[in-house]
């Protein structure tokens, strides 16, 4: 595949992804905290973008969230969601993937849960070079 249309295709993922992460959040629930866009330039050198999703479907949990390199990297991501209980956070399931030559990878996964306060994290791994996180709290 060409440079050129490498960035093309990287292009039309990230809009893909903006409208599949925006399009499952409620508009009523589009405030600060819902999802955590970080802005990797100030935090990060080979991370373009990184961002979580949490929304709770009745008894389930929808969690996706996504790494983008900045260039050429191979990039891994772990989606762990927690439950919040008296003594901190306790583990309720996690998500893997991984995507190869500068791929955005994206993670979703759901899982059963009750009543309670949730955390989604997502833990990156770009080429062993630095690891970006991110994470959002919701309540159920």
Not at 4 to 21: F, M
Not at 92 to 105: A, N
Request: positive net charge; proline residues 4%.
């Amino acid at each position: 595949m060409r440079f050129g249309t490498r960035r093309l295709v990287r292009a039309a993922v990230a809009i893909l992804l903006c409208a599949v992460v925006f399009s499952m959040v409620p508009a009523k629930a589009v405030v600060p905290g819902t999802i955590d866009l970080i802005p990797t330039k100030l935090r990060y050198n080979y991370t373009d973008a990184i961002g979580v999703d949490l929304t709770f479907n009745g008894g389930t949990a929808q969690c996706s969230g996504f790494v983008f390199p900045s260039g050429s990297y191979d990039v891994s991501a772990t989606l762990t969601l927690y439950r919040q209980v008296v003594s901190g956070w306790q583990y309720v399931s996690s998500w893997y993937g991984s995507e190869t030559g500068g791929m955005p990878v994206i993670v979703t996964g759901a899982a059963s849960v009750g009543s309670g306060t949730y955390k989604l994290v997502i833990r990156g791994n770009v080429s062993n070079l630095e690891y970006p996180t991110a994470s959002v709290i919701k309540i159920k």
